[in-house]
Nanobody, 122 residues
Framework: QVQLQESGPGLVKPSQTLSLTCTVS??????????WSWIRQPPGKGLEWMGI???????YYSPSLKSRTSISRDSSKNQFSLQLSSVTPEDTAVYYC??????????????WGQGTQVTVSS
């Protein structure tokens, strides 16, 4: 059973950089045909896909967030991280990490972290 756990500050000031880490257990982030994603949900809104880091280290980002987003990994710790720069209160959301698979016809997200609330406020 793959398990994911987000960690990081719950409060970030406007214009600063939001940094979160996802620790993965019972499954390597560098093997298998999977990608590791960050997804967020602002209050009262739907889920927003932010980006992924694939098993081979390649990254892909949402076009709307690409200029502010960076996803990296620490293979030795089986962790991957999100950095979102120049945050505003509109970046307030519950942030999730999840494993992304591809059936060939569609993407699916089969394992999720519990989510972590991040509030952007001075």
């Amino acid at each position: 059973q793959v398990q994911l756990q987000e960690s990081g500050p719950g409060l970030v000031k406007p214009s600063q950089t939001l940094s979160l880490t996802c620790t993965v257990s019972s499954g390597s982030i560098t093997t298998g045909d999977y990608a590791w994603s960050w997804i967020r949900q602002p209050p009262g809104k739907g889920l927003e896909w932010m980006g992924i880091i694939a098993y081979d280290g390649s990254t892909y980002y949402s076009p709307s967030l690409k200029s502010r987003t960076s996803i990296s990994r620490d293979s030795s710790k089986n962790q991957f991280s999100l950095q979102l720069s120049s945050v505003t209160p509109e970046d307030t959301a519950v942030y999730y990490c999840a494993r992304e698979g591809n059936s060939g016809n569609y993407y699916f997200y089969d394992y999720w972290g519990q989510g972590t609330q991040v509030t952007v406020s001075s």
